[in-house]
């Protein structure tokens, strides 16, 4: 059944989401003041899980693209999310019956909210990276065979162009390519999909599952409670069911670049309590692996989160700076995203990293048999 968000669900959602981004994904903040001024002004934003939609139903995701670092110093407008979406159905010849999150973490759970303020669509309780990630081929609709273009791509500027490629890395790489030259950021809907493709391919209900984290995370503070202890009890008996504090410390080093439309570099951390005992992240957007001192202790695509230390609230990779104190968390992600061939999309391998991927939950078990 579905349910209209209210601007007091979006607040939960939006922080919720930005924890799922893992760092990355682009500050939900600036979508959720664009989604809370469509709710304050009498639109609707409908969330409907899929099986509401009659399995022929066409759904276009929707989303933003682009080094996350340019969206803090070029916020977007929202202008070229109809844009997209309206070139992809001319192009397809059909009308679009609901949209949703090809991510839903960080800004990309909030510009499918818009998109259906926006036109009345419905957004779909479901998304195709049960996180965030960097590039557009590390989809789950991807690893169980649905292609992603033809996509749709717009501007705040005007512009409005068609990708049809070869194969969703192809897609990404023209796609990337073209965002650059808007400027850094740009409007996309791909993957265009019927809803039974949607039932069959995407990891379900993360949009609640964002409001639910949010929800703890505000309650905890209200309480002044534990916050992390609040994030471990909300992912209980969910598909994300582990939840860890991997490490406490401050920052005392950060190397971050903008290459190739994507936000880079490593973060260090050192506890207080001992400055050589030491935490550090790699990132390409989101963080992809945690080594404590030398050892992993999380990777991709199990989520990394770096949270503020006293309150929970979740700091991007762009947000990162000397000195903050932060606590760093990791979630498992759902068996779907496990599987050999969702590991081969956007496993370890798939950026380079030469580590083999072990679950989050068995690399804690074994930090504790070792301890």
């Known amino acids: ?196 493709t949607v039932r069959r391919t995407a990891v379900p209900g993360t949009l609640t599952l964002g409001m639910r984290i949010g929800a703890a995370l505000r309650t905890a503070r209200e309480r002044h409670d534990d916050p992390f202890d609040a994030l471990t009890a909300a992912l209980a008996g969910t598909i994300y069911s582990h939840g860890l504090v991997l490490f406490r410390g401050k920052v005392v080093d950060i190397d971050r670049r903008t290459v190739d439309g994507f936000a880079r570099g490593q973060v260090t951390l050192a506890a207080l309590d001992d400055p050589a005992d030491q935490l550090v992240i790699t990132f390409q957007n989101e963080h992809l692996v945690a080594r404590s001192n030398g050892e992993v202790v999380a990777i991709v695509p199990d989520l990394i989160c770096t949270l503020n230390a006293d309150t929970g609230a979740p700091v991007t990779t762009e947000a990162l700076a000397y000195g903050q104190r932060l606590t760093v968390y990791a979630i498992s992600t759902p068996e779907i995203m496990r599987s050999p061939a969702a590991l081969d999309c956007f496993g370890p391998a798939a950026f380079g990293l030469t580590d083999p991927y072990t679950p989050v939950e068995r690399l804690a078990a074994r930090a504790r048999a070792g301890a």
């Open 1 to 196: 059944m579905g349910v209209d968000l209210t601007v007091d669900a979006l607040r939960d959602l939006a922080e919720g989401a930005a924890v799922l981004g893992t760092g990355g994904g682009g500050d939900p903040y600036i979508g959720r003041l664009l989604v809370e001024r469509q709710l304050r002004e009498g639109r609707r934003v409908t969330i409907i899980p899929v099986d509401e939609l009659p399995d022929d139903a066409l759904v276009l995701p929707s989303a933003m693209m682009g080094a996350p670092t340019v969206f803090v110093e070029r916020p977007p407008s929202g202008k070229g999310n109809v844009a997209a979406l309206r070139a992809l159905e001319r192009h397809l010849g059909r009308t679009a019956a609901a949209t949703m999150p090809i991510e839903c973490g960080g800004l990309n759970s909030m510009m499918p909210l818009l998109l259906g303020a926006q036109l009345g669509l419905p957004v779909i309780d479901a998304d195709g990276m049960g996180r965030a990630f960097p590039e557009l081929q590390m989809e789950t609709f991807a690893v169980y065979g649905v292609p992603g273009s033809p996509m749709s791509i717009a501007s705040d500027h005007g512009d409005v162009a068609i990708i049809d490629a070869l194969d969703n890395v192809r897609m990404e790489r023209l796609a990337r390519v073209m965002t650059v030259e808007m400027g850094g950021a740009a409007y996309i809907c791909d993957y265009p999909m019927d809803a039974a």
